[in-house]
């Protein structure tokens, strides 16, 4: 497993949601990753911890919960500053108007 590697975590659940965006049914691997991301969230530094929350915003509009993505997003925004922070403000209007 990748747990205690942050980015390697991410990169799974990113690859889940690109996955999950072309195929039905992965609901039990989303959950694992959402899982996943969410227990790696406390020790990440902060150049990962963008990334993490970015995915996990991703991973929770996949699944329906566009709460739980807003919530992942904004957080993500404001731990953020710069281009990151606008590319990552972007996904977050999307998330806001849908």
Avoid: C, N
Avoid at 17 to 34: C, P, T, W
Avoid at 49 to 71: F, S, V
């Amino acid at each position: 497993t990748s747990k205690g590697d942050a980015v390697a975590v991410a990169r799974v659940g990113w690859s889940m949601y690109q996955v999950a965006r072309e195929q039905k049914g992965l609901d039990e691997l989303l959950a694992a990753s959402i899982t996943a991301i969410e227990a790696e969230l406390p020790a990440a530094d902060a150049e990962t911890k963008p990334l993490l929350l970015d995915t996990l915003a991703h991973l929770h509009q996949t699944t329906g919960d566009l709460d739980a993505a807003i919530k992942a997003q904004q957080t993500a925004v404001e731990i953020t500053e710069g281009r990151t922070s606008q590319r990552l403000g972007r996904f977050l209007k999307e998330l806001e108007e849908a």
